[in-house]
């Protein structure tokens, strides 16, 4: 069983940057961010392939944030600029257990998952 632990998250004003991080405490394949608001459903935000080749964004978070990882370290990370204020949600990391090459965005296809971490942006 691998275990996520998420960092990273905060209190931000609107325009400002915040860098997520999740450790793995073993080997990963796809890892992905998604993250869900008070009142609704948990979404996807951004996922990526183990080696790195693909990477999929939601359309609201495309120009603003950028999902990379570091195998060395089993870890993966979301730099989230120009926040705005529906960026506010709890944000979630989630890792599967097979698959080089895939990064599925439904949340039913990852096998791991953090305990979430907040981000609340101010106006």
């Known amino acids: 069983q691998v275990q996520l632990v998420e960092s990273g998250g905060g209190l931000v004003q609107a325009g400002k940057s915040l860098r997520l991080s999740c450790a793995a405490s073993?080997?990963?394949?796809?890892m992905g961010w998604f993250r869900q608001a008070p009142g609704k459903e948990r979404e996807f935000v951004a996922v990526?392939?183990?080696?790195?080749?693909?990477?999929l964004y939601v359309d609201s978070v495309k120009g603003r944030f950028t999902i990379s990882r570091d195998n060395a370290k089993n870890t993966v990370y979301l730099q989230m600029n120009s926040l705005k204020s529906e960026d506010t949600a709890v944000y979630y990391c989630?890792?599967?257990?097979?698959?080089?090459?895939?990064?599925?965005?439904?949340?039913?296809?990852?096998?791991?998952w953090g305990q979430g971490t907040q981000v609340t942006v101010s106006s």
């Open positions: 990526i392939s183990r080696n790195g080749g693909l990477t």
């Open positions: 073993g080997r990963t394949y796809g």
């Open positions: 989630a890792a599967r257990s097979s698959g080089y090459f895939d990064a599925p965005q439904a949340q039913q296809l990852y096998d791991y």
